[in-house]
């Protein structure tokens, strides 16, 4: 199932190595994020901790000292929970030591730091403590694969461009859950290395897998159209000889960032969200020495925001319909504080204990909780910037918590100051008890919602009829799978009273007009977003539909039978359902 965010797709990375006196606060930020994700581990999923031992040999059986083994995990238990990258170095004998956690599945790599040999990657599921040195890695000496990338505008060569080896790109999309499972398999971890002063790199490849090299950290590779995969990408399968790429790219846009007392943000993370015609697209580079960091921009867009938050400073902006500024400064500043307290509006009566969310328009989400007399107090939020509070729909666990409904948002105005929002008086609307997922089976279900030509939906129509919610977007592959199935289904029971309501949440109104042209679907689809642009709740938002697809089955009473109506259980729903009467 995926979760309703668009995918990471292209990126760049303008990042130095960092000198011995540089690493006291990046090494800090790291330590701390290692410790929130093995308490995130032990805690909420109560994983267990188990070390995995291994061993790294050179082609002639000798160790492979000062190698570095890394790699990523995610819970097999907890979906959405992942283990995140972790890395350790070969000792004078070879060996390593990784603390893991279990049942967990990993992805574990080798690099060479001089990119002379290489071995396969090592793909494994820890659900019982392994024998010592259970994952080892015997190398091979790789495929050079050489490369430069120049600037098609200046005619210059471009320093410190992250440039990535990737192994048998797939965009995702296309395939099945059965086939995305499958493919996870065989994935392999990316290698990433920087163009050097004159623009060059150089890889170690294994002889006959397929790869691609590109600029662009792929989760999901689809380049927003040929002409961007014929300047950032190039396919290949080594053999014996070695392989020499060049690249000629349009200039990357470039942006510096000072932090509130002027000094540059060094070794920032800086996090870009890019909306084009087709698709959205995150691109995350990090700062160098001087504060500068670059992304790759080539095509027309709708909108961007950059955004950063690091060592306690914060910048936020949009440049949506605006023309980019060329070599902009971004000013870092101190993140504020505000208070308040919530009162019931039918009463008066504090409301004590209880929890809601703060946002801001990256949609970070802050939990709090209000004191026994209904005050809270809020942190990081910022300057000139929205911040937007929420109900939730499950705020005591929050692997399914999401947003339930919006009541109440503020935008600073002055810089270092402590925002007294006063007393809030929160209306009686049925926030108490979300209608959220959870609750749904059981229970009457109303859809409301307009069609993408603007026609209003008409939930009456539907009485006495077996129907499928079908939450989807045309961004997720998952959803898209699922096409086939449906339509077979919807022919087979349609006469018997079976329909179908497709609701998406797509954005991007175009890519749902040729998806709706494509597959012609004999149901109707209504669109979340034209709720959204008439300041009305949408129905995702009503029923705290946090991932995708999310099929939801009503009974002929109008009453929800399943909210997991995918795949083979809903056939088997539907069979029973329309089963023949016995006499």
């Not at 979906?79 to 992805?107: K, M, V």
Request: aromatic share 10%.
């Amino acid at each position: 199932m995926k979760a309703i965010q668009v995918l990471l797709l292209l990126s760049f990375s303008c990042c130095v190595p960092l000198a011995a006196e540089e690493l006291t606060v990046a090494e800090q930020d790291r330590q701390n994020t290692i410790a929130k994700i093995k308490k995130n581990l032990e805690e909420k999923l109560k994983a267990v901790p188990t070390k995995v031992t291994g061993r790294a040999t050179l082609p002639d059986g000798n160790p492979a000292v000062g190698f570095k083994i890394g790699g990523w995990g995610r819970s097999l238990t907890h979906q959405g929970y992942g283990h995140s990258y972790f890395d350790t170095i070969t000792d004078e004998n070879g060996h390593f030591a990784l603390n893991l956690y279990r049942p967990c599945l990993y992805w574990l790599s080798i690099d060479d730091p001089t990119n002379v040999y290489v071995a396969a990657d090592r793909h494994f599921e820890l659900t019982e403590p392994l024998e010592p040195e259970a994952v080892c890695f015997q190398l091979q000496k790789g495929i050079p694969v050489e490369g430069v990338v120049i600037d098609r505008d200046k005619n210059e060569p471009i320093a410190g461009l992250s440039v990535l080896l990737l192994h048998e790109p797939v965009h995702m999309k296309i395939l099945s859950p059965e086939e995305r499972r499958e493919h996870e398999k065989k994935q392999r971890i990316p290698r990433d290395v920087e163009t050097d002063a004159q623009g060059r790199f150089q890889f170690a490849a294994l002889p006959t897998e397929k790869y691609m090299v590109s600029f662009n950290s792929v989760h999901d590779f689809q380049p927003p159209d040929e002409t961007e995969a014929a300047l950032y990408t190039r396919m290949f399968t080594p053999d014996k000889e070695p392989v020499r790429l060049e690249f000629k790219i349009p200039t990357p846009w470039r942006g510096r960032f000072l932090q509130k007392d002027g000094t540059p943000a060094a070794f920032f993370p800086v996090f870009i969200g890019m909306r084009f015609d087709n698709g959205s697209y995150w691109f995350e580079p990090v700062t160098d020495k001087e504060g500068y960091f670059m992304c790759y921009r080539s095509v027309p867009l709708e909108s961007l925001s950059v955004n950063t938050f690091q060592h306690g400073q914060w910048f936020y902006q949009s440049f949506k319909g605006q023309e980019l500024p060329p070599n902009p400064v971004f000013q870092l500043s101190a993140p504020l504080t505000a208070k308040g307290r919530l009162v019931r509006k039918s009463t008066g009566k504090p409301l004590g204990n209880f929890k809601f969310a703060h946002c801001h328009p990256a949609y970070h989400m802050n939990v709090v909780s209000t004191d026994a007399n209904g005050d809270f107090e809020l942190t990081k939020i910022f300057f000139d910037n929205k911040t937007r509070l929420c109900f939730l729909n499950e705020p005591d666990n929050l692997n399914t918590c999401a947003l339930y409904e919006e009541f109440y948002d503020f935008t600073p105005t002055e810089p270092d100051q402590v925002v007294d929002l006063g007393v809030l008086e929160l209306e009686e609307s049925g926030w108490l008890e979300p209608n959220s997922l959870q609750n749904l089976p059981g229970k009457e279900i109303v859809i409301e919602g307009t069609t993408l030509d603007g026609k209003a939906f008409d939930w009456k129509q539907y009485a006495d009829k077996v129907v499928l919610i079908d939450f989807w977007a045309t961004w997720c592959g998952p959803c898209l799978a699922e096409i086939p199935r449906l339509k077979t289904l919807y022919e087979k029971y349609h006469d018997q009273g079976f329909e179908i309501v497709g609701i998406s949440v797509d954005r991007v109104l175009e890519s749902l007009e040729k998806e709706l042209e494509k597959h012609q679907f004999p149901w109707t689809i209504l669109v979340d977003a034209k709720r959204e642009e008439a300041n009305q709740r949408t129905m995702g938002n009503r029923f705290a539909i946090s991932e995708i697809p999310r099929c939801i089955l009503v009974g002929r009473d109008g009453k929800v039978i399943t909210i997991e109506a995918r795949g083979e259980k809903l056939e088997a729903e539907l069979e029973r359902l329309f089963a023949p009467q016995e006499r």
